[in-house]
């Protein structure tokens, strides 16, 4: 059983981030690392959607070299 420990600041639907329950590893990590700007520390995670809706709209954005 998973136990929901955050909440998406985006769309408010709860989930479980791995890394704050103290584990190494967590799903957003495999996930393309989001600009630093385009993170601020109080915002927390966001949940799976939408961290990867917005790699995506991120990544959209690099020129294609
Ligand atoms: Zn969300």
Known sequence: MTTSNQ?????????????????TTCWCMALPALPKDQVSPDQGCLCQKCLKEQTDNQLSKLPIL
């Open 7 to 23: 909440t998406c600041f985006k769309c408010g639907l709860d989930f479980y981030c791995q890394s704050l329950a103290g584990e």
